[in-house]
């Protein structure tokens, strides 16, 4: 994970696909935000801490990360309010934070694990709080990154909306993303398993900056569809994304 987190760290300020991540996870936060400054946010396995800028937008913005190297690299790059801690043990109270993020977590998780993070950001969240959530999808797009990043399962759209349904929450919206760029990943993807996923060592190629030129014009290919998600919602893509509700009403989870 060390190893992830610190080729991440070289890529997220500039790579396409976190120019695009960003672009998607914006309309969620400003429909969770209904246009109210001065909210807490908590973005949970925060790695490095980047997002927290974005999410710093709309109030004061907190972070933790399992690794003791995500929030080192973080306060080394001038974040603060970074903490180490796990998502199946928030270190906060009950009900204190109006917007809980988790990107590209859960996916990571065996299942009780993933059960009990998904109960502990409904915990920390207050009642008629957001949650948004990013994890991988499709079975049949497991590659080299699903090393790199320690896959335990890739979602469905199905499957996701029933994991945080089964945890209390209310499913406002949630769509795949990287829609324009899936022929090129599952292509990619399949010639990967053909020729055998490489290990963690070599995967982080995964993730390193294309040259300049592709970097552009696939920036630009996400940014398009960030404005039609704004409308529609897409039947595939490489990601889902959630923005889940906490209800105001009686605790509605299932036993």
């Known amino acids: 994970m060390e190893h992830l987190l610190r080729a991440t760290a070289l890529a997220e300020a500039r790579h396409f696909w976190f120019n695009g991540f960003r672009r998607f996870v914006t309309p969620l936060l400003e429909t969770a935000a209904k246009g109210r400054t001065g909210l807490?946010?908590?973005d949970c396995g925060c790695g490095t801490g980047n997002n927290l800028e974005l999410l710093g937008?709309?109030?004061r913005a907190f972070g933790f990360d399992l690794t003791a190297i995500g929030p080192k690299i973080g306060r080394e790059q001038g974040r603060t309010r970074l903490a180490r801690a796990t998502v199946t043990a928030v270190p906060f109270p009950d009900s204190v934070f109006d917007v809980v993020t988790s990107f590209d977590v859960l996916y990571?998780?065996?299942?009780?694990d993933e059960r009990a993070a998904i109960h502990e950001m409904y915990r920390v969240l207050?009642?008629?709080?957001?949650?948004i959530v990013n994890v991988a999808a499709m079975e049949s797009l497991r590659g080299d990154h699903s090393v790199l990043s320690r896959e335990v399962r890739r979602y469905s759209r199905a499957s996701l909306k029933a994991a945080l349904e089964q945890g209390g929450f209310t499913i406002g919206r949630i769509t795949y993303t990287n829609a324009v760029l899936y022929p090129l990943v599952a292509a990619g993807r399949a010639l990967q398993r053909a020729r055998g996923l490489s290990n963690e060592e070599h995967?982080?190629?995964e993730i390193s900056v294309p040259a300049a030129p592709v970097n552009a014009a696939l920036t630009a290919a996400l940014?398009?569809?960030?404005l039609w998600l704004r409308v529609i919602d897409n039947p595939f893509g490489s990601s889902l994304l959630c923005?889940?509700?906490k209800p105001l009403t009686r605790d509605t989870r299932r036993a």
């Open 108 to 112: 990571s998780l065996e299942t009780p």
């Open 243 to 245: 923005l889940a509700t």
């Open 57 to 59: 937008r709309y109030g």
């Open 126 to 131: 207050r009642p008629g709080g957001s949650l």
């Open 40 to 42: 807490r946010l908590l």
């Open 203 to 205: 995967a982080d190629q």
């Open 223 to 226: 940014t398009i569809e960030s």
